[in-house]
């Protein structure tokens, strides 16, 4: 939440959800365009893939995810998640990235 709140971008928060059709619904509701997905290793290992499909076919049109990728990052990426968000990621220029995103500066992806 932080992380995009420090570049200007409000973060709509949340307790989580059990399942992607239930993200989905919630992204939805809330007319956001971009979406980070929040979660622990073991969470991202069940849902991340499921998750970000789902949050593309709602409309998202940027997806981070909140952790390093490591050796999943090619099968993340591929679900649909844009960039991933960690120690070490440059927050002025992600934060910029989203923002120019949102703004339409860059257009949608």
């Known amino acids: 939440r932080n992380f995009f709140e420090a570049g200007g971008i409000e973060a709509i928060t949340n307790t989580g959800f059990a399942d992607a059709k239930s993200v989905a619904k919630a992204f939805t ?3 956001a365009k971009i979406a980070v997905i929040c979660g622990s290793d073991p ?7 499921d998750v970000a499909s789902a949050l593309k076919t709602a409309g998202a049109s940027l997806v981070y995810l909140a952790g390093h990728p490591g050796d999943a990052r090619a099968g993340y990426e591929a679900a649909g998640i844009d ?3 960690y ?3 440059d927050v002025p220029d992600t934060c910029r990235t989203a923002m120019d995103h949102l703004s339409g500066a860059r257009g949608d992806k």
């Open 29 to 31: 509701a809330s007319g």
């Open 43 to 49: 969470q991202y290992g069940d849902m991340a893939a």
């Open 83 to 85: 960039d991933f968000i």
């Open 87 to 89: 120690v070490g990621t």
